[in-house]
Each structure stands twice: as C-alpha cells, then as structure tokens.
C-alpha cells in the first residue's frame, strides 16, 4: 500500500499503477475502485473498501477533512483524527493507495467555482447545515477528477449526501459508477459513524434510541399508518429520552428526498439528533406495501 | 472522421480509438486535443482545430448549441446552423470525431446541477446575461466529463468565458491543459463569430467600428491615459455609429475580469454592442506600460 498526499502523485500512481501496468493485452482494463472518506474509518468504511476490493483491481481510499462542508469551526475542530489507525486498517484489507492531501493542497487558491445539486440538498440535514451539500458536491466533483475511478462506493447511512452525489454525477456525466451500500450498525442498532467515539459512555448507552424511532415510523408504515402518525410513532419513541434533542425527523421520497404529502412509494425516514453536543444522523428506507383491499 | 451522436458512442470511439489502439508499446499515450463549439464553424474554429491537430495524436470536435446558456428564446432560435458545412470544414482540418448530440442526449432528465464559478462570473456579460456562464461553466464540465480530453482549446474572443472555464477547470481539478489561442479576425479587423453572418450587409460594414473602439482605448492606456479617459475614447469612437447600441464597453483585470480603479496591471478591455437585433463582443488585452518616470 502506497500513501499519497499530492494530486500530482496519485495522478502519477494511478497512471502507472501495477495493475495498469500488467496488463500486455490490447484489452486488458483494469477498474478503479474509489473509498473517499473523512478518516476516523470504522467498519462501515470497511464494509465500502471490502466492496471495492472485490469488485476492482485497484483500490484507492482518500481521506480528506474537508473543511468547507463545516459548518461551525468547532465541529470541524472535534471531528476525529486517527490517521494512524485509519492507514493500518486500509492495509488491513488490501487497500492500494491511500490519498491523503492536506487543505493547501486541495484548495491551493480562493475556490470560486461551486457545484450545486438543487432540490435534493435541500431540507433535512441541508436546512441545518447552510452550504454543507455545495461544499460536499464540489470536493466530491474534484476527488472524482483527481482519482479516475470506474466505481466509488458511499455509505446509505448519509442518505441525502448519497443522492446529492448521485445526482450530481448522472448531471455531469461523471464517467463513475455510484455504489451504495446498506449502513452498517452496532449490534444495538447504532449506525456506525465517525462521531460515536464523541458520544459519552452514558449517552452511548442513549444512542440506539435513534434507531429504535426510525424502527418505530418503519413500522408504523408497513401496518398502514399515515404519514404523520408514522411520524408521531418516531417521535414519541424519542421523545423518551430527554437527553436527545431532535434536530428534525422526516418521512420523505426516498429518490428525490423531498417532503412527502402521503405515502405513495419507497420513502425514507431521516432524522438527526444532539447527543451531548455530538450530532447523529440516521435513516431507514421503507417500501410501502400497497393498501389496496385493506378495510378503510 | 466520424460523426457520433450519443455519450456512449463517443466514449467507446475514445476507449478503442486508433490513436489509442495503434499503442503496442507499453507507454504509449496518445494526447486527444478537444474544441468544444457550438457550430456554424469559421476560420477563428479553425484556428483552434488546427493547433489541436498540430499538438494531440487524436482531435475531437463537439458542436452541440447548447439551450440552457441562451437567455432569450429568440437568440437560440437565431443561432445559425450549418452542420454538413461544419462537417466538411472538420473533415479537410484533419478532424479524428466529431460529437454531435441532441439537447436530449446532453440533457434528459431534469437538471438539477450547476456549476457555478463566482466572482469571474459577474459583470460584463455575466450582467446582461443572467445565468449564461452557470449553464456554460455546467455544460463544458459535462462534456469535459464526456470526451477524456488531454487538452481543450478556447479562444480569447469571449474572454470571460475563457477565464470562467479556465477558473472551473482549476478549482475542480479537471485533468484537463486548457489552451486559450488568439483571437481570429476580419481584414477589417472585425472579430470571427457565427453571429457575423446574421448582419446585414450594411450594418456589416459598420461592425468593425467595435475594434476600432477598443484599438482606441488601448491606444489610450499606452500613451499613459486613466481608465476613465481610455474608456471615454473608445465611446467616442462608438458614438459615431448610430445604429450600433453599446451594452457595455469596461476596461477589467485581464486575469480576474474584475473592474478596476485604476490601471495597475494587465487589462482586458471588454464590449458588447447590438446592431441590428445582432449582439457582438470583442476585448483587446493591454499590457499596461509602467508610467514611472512620466513627467506627470
């Protein structure tokens, strides 16, 4: 495994990387699989990187803090570092190059140019985190230009940055492929996340409850409740745990994330909640079983 | 030469290339050279065919005009089209593809991107034509995103779009040498454009008077002149044809686009004027001469 903190560099690995050197055939094209992440790796990001790992011959983790999509100065100042352990665990499983450039050099000038997905960043996490989905869409834009991938894969847990990204590349013609990949949990229930190790061993404890809302509206719907009751459902099981201050918690199209009037198709409940000044957020996609023939 | 309509026709042409397959060495990189245009071909494309010709192994021509950069219905159903002439001219420059896709092709489900690059973006044309350099800025890394180009040529004659693109390309980190070439233009020093066909014959004739406007003011800025004075004769000169309405005539940063106080640097002097329901622009770059040592 080769770490790389230069553009220039993994442009120059990827160019000339063993597996595209290999091949002697006229036709022989070996994929790229890409991993861009935040660091802090858990196994949610080991389930992407195996995912990659079987389906390429190359694979290529970033991990890149990218300042702009902060919101608050203090949030990006807390956010976990540990590159140490996140290069060891990428060699762990296989993993070819890890980039890993610093903010100067990902943002050597006065950035101007913004990518925008419309409709989509808005709502849910969007209404809160002013300009985060821009900034994720741009340094998504530029890592896929950086790394050329023929796959990346993302996590369903972030479900709203999962469909702002795949937008943006069916938009732009992005020559990559969009992989998602079902959230990966705690055996409680707790979605894996960067920002459990923020968690107090007391509000660890809390934690699941997040999940058990969605569980609660998930199935609220499969019995034939109505949006807003389904809703009620998750947010009396929240309500439970005072600690928890709920940021929003919404039932929406699960393809366009935009609010629902009723339950027509596939929806998606969503929700982030404080934690002891550590934000979570969580989702659960739910395909509504058609009413049809039920009594009323 | 071939003509190809579809994304996925002109990435395989690409993919399996000759200039590509003809590698049997193990580095072999054959360059491709792109002209993104938006047809009704003339010698100022052909400039920029020819250098690409001359510098890439394989040359690439797109002629798509593009819906969403025109701000007035009219103007895009005014903006001539020539696609046999265009493909014969493109065929005797030695043209390798010629991608010609239908506004469909490049666009068929709602877009919900943009790029957008702020700052170059504003002022000038960005004033007078709200939301043309997102569309462009969008459309051009779309079909950056399209054809896998090594290089990509502009011309200096629609300088903001020149700086806009050149700005989008660098903060994303397309992989991708945008060449700007110089401006081709009239004996009577008219600048080329595909709009000139749709003057009149006399209103033809006074066109050239736009230069002569911008020769005046870098005449002007090289005899030591103030912004206000340079920009005072070439209105002047404009003035003296009635039938031609200045939109704008600014004397801007030549790198940033931006206006100036004063004259410290490099500038563009930049217009746009309408004659006969027909909009031309022009800009004239002036290295500005150091006035250390002037008597004043």
């Given at each position: 495994m080769i770490t790389i903190s230069t553009i220039q560099d993994i442009r120059r690995a990827l160019g000339y990387s063993p597996a595209r050197q290999?091949?002697?055939?006229?036709?022989?094209d070996p994929k790229i699989g890409f991993v861009p992440t935040m660091g802090a790796l858990h196994e949610g990001h080991g389930a992407l990187i195996r995912r990659a790992r079987a389906e390429n011959q190359y694979v290529v983790v970033s991990i890149f803090v990218n300042?702009?999509?902060?919101?608050q100065a203090e949030d990006l100042e807390k956010y976990p570092r540990t590159m140490d352990t996140d290069l060891a665990y990428c060699q762990s499983l296989g993993v070819d190059a890890v980039f890993a450039p610093t903010a100067r050099e990902m943002y050597?000038?006065?950035?101007?140019t913004s990518v925008e997905v419309a409709k989509?960043?808005?709502?849910?996490?969007g209404d809160f985190r002013p300009g985060h989905f821009r900034a994720v869409a741009t340094v998504v834009a530029k890592l896929f230009n950086i790394v050329p991938a023929d796959r990346a894969y993302f996590g369903e847990k972030d479900a709203q940055q999962l469909a702002v990204i795949r937008k943006m590349a069916a938009d732009l013609n992005f020559p990559i492929e969009i992989v998602p990949l079902e959230t990966v949990r705690e055996p409680d229930g707790l979605a894996m996340s960067s920002?459990?190790?923020?968690?107090?061993p007391t509000d660890r404890l809390l934690a699941p409850a997040l999940y058990q809302a969605l569980q609660a509206a998930a199935h609220a719907i499969r019995g034939g409740s109505s949006l807003d009751m389904a809703k009620q459902a998750a947010l009396h099981v929240l309500a439970r745990v005072p600690a928890m201050r709920t940021e929003y918690l919404e039932i929406v199209?699960?393809?366009?994330m935009q609010p629902l009037k009723?339950?027509?198709?596939?929806?998606c409940i969503a929700a982030a909640v404080w934690l002891g000044g550590v934000r979570l957020i969580d989702n659960l996609r739910v395909q509504h079983m058609s009413r049809l023939g039920s009594p009323s």
């Open positions: 290999s091949g002697d055939q006229r036709n022989y300042p702009t999509q902060f919101h050597p000038d006065e950035l101007l989509i960043s808005s709502g849910l996490c920002r459990n190790q923020r968690l107090a199209d699960a393809h366009t009723s339950i027509t198709s596939e929806v």
